[in-house]
């Protein structure tokens, strides 16, 4: 019995099931297991306009993150926040400063009921079309978050690396980051230290406790060059893409105007995501629910024997 389906667009038909079943370029069966590839039509389309240049790649390096000059258009930025006032809605129980897992239907580790069209949004293909500059051709989505910093009590997002909690080894991220309102220097920006990807170094962090912020491990400060950190003023359409090992972070929003992030992780297919590690970092950090991510292959193979069963809970 093949009980983990393909989890298909809600516009695949019957035959385009059919279809993919037997290509087995896109889809691979071992003992009847099917990996989980989503959207299938968008898989590995590639859009021109929106590849980096070599000095923008340059830049990436050197920085750490890059706001590419393509932009998503305003009707589909206007589509993602009434997504996003739907998900409030339907999930108004819990508290908009953090989201995780928007696109989980069932509810992910926070029970968040989401929508299969937070896949859609992530998986843009001129989105794509720049990580696979960033991060290979072979791409696995294995997280999603909304930071929703709600107007003027929107928790701050202290000083930190992300891959200082992630299960994948060797640990490879790539954060795209698409704010759904305009940033500006006043509302929480995210802000990045320049250069403090280039060691490859997880740095300490400790515990600070309080309910004022969205995360708690916070990067110790001796590693912070807090003089040359730059904000990220971009406006709704725009986007950045951070590398994992950058030391970032978000000041709180007291201003009147919301300042709403959509978080997409990404991992090149060449590195593995451990679940069994994520059960026990789970432990500390429960939330997060690192123990039963579901992985979505977006584009090229998987390379590491990823396992595509877990978390797909319909
Ligand atoms: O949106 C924010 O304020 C924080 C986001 C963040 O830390 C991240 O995407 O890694």
């Given at each position: 019995m093949i009980s983990n389906v393909v989890r298909a667009e809600k516009t695949c038909n019957f035959l385009a099931f059919i279809i993919i079943l037997f290509n087995t370029s896109v889809v691979k069966t071992t003992h009847l297991r099917i990996l989980v590839v989503y959207p299938i039509s968008k898989k590995d389309e590639e859009v021109s306009e929106a590849f980096l240049s070599a000095a923008e790649l340059n830049n990436y390096e050197e920085k750490g993150w890059i706001v590419p000059k393509w932009e998503f258009p305003q009707e589909l930025i206007s589509e993602m926040r009434e997504e996003y006032k739907t998900l409030l809605e339907r999930n108004s129980n819990l508290s908009p400063d953090i989201m995780m897992a928007p696109h989980q239907t069932q509810g992910g580790s926070m029970g968040v009921i989401g929508s299969d069209k937070w896949l859609d949004f992530a998986t843009h293909p001129a989105a794509m079309t720049i990580a696979r500059q960033l991060i290979g051709p072979d791409i696995i989505l294995w997280g999603t978050t909304i930071f929703g910093k709600p107007p003027q009590n929107g928790k701050e997002t202290p000083w930190h690396q992300d891959g200082f909690y992630y299960p994948i080894k060797p640990l490879d991220v790539l954060t795209l980051w698409i704010p759904l309102d305009d940033v500006t220097p006043e509302n929480g920006p995210m802000k990045f230290i320049p250069?403090?990807?280039?060691?490859?170094k997880i740095f300490s962090h400790s515990w600070w406790e309080g309910k004022d912020k969205t995360i708690n491990m916070v990067c110790d400060s001796e590693h912070l060059d807090l003089v040359n950190a730059e904000p990220?003023?971009?406006?709704?359409?725009q986007m950045s893409f951070h590398d994992v090992y950058m030391i970032h972070g978000s000041q709180a929003n007291l201003t009147h105007r919301r300042r709403a992030a959509f978080v997409v992780r990404l991992m090149p297919a060449s590195s593995f995501y451990d679940h069994k590690l994520g059960l026990e970092i789970g432990r500390k950090?429960?939330?997060?629910?690192y123990g039963e991510r579901p992985l979505y292959l977006v584009s090229g193979d998987d390379k590491a024997g990823n396992n595509f069963e877990i978390g797909h809970l319909n």
């Open positions: 250069g403090s990807h280039k060691t490859r990220l003023i971009i406006r709704a359409g950090h429960p939330l997060q629910g």
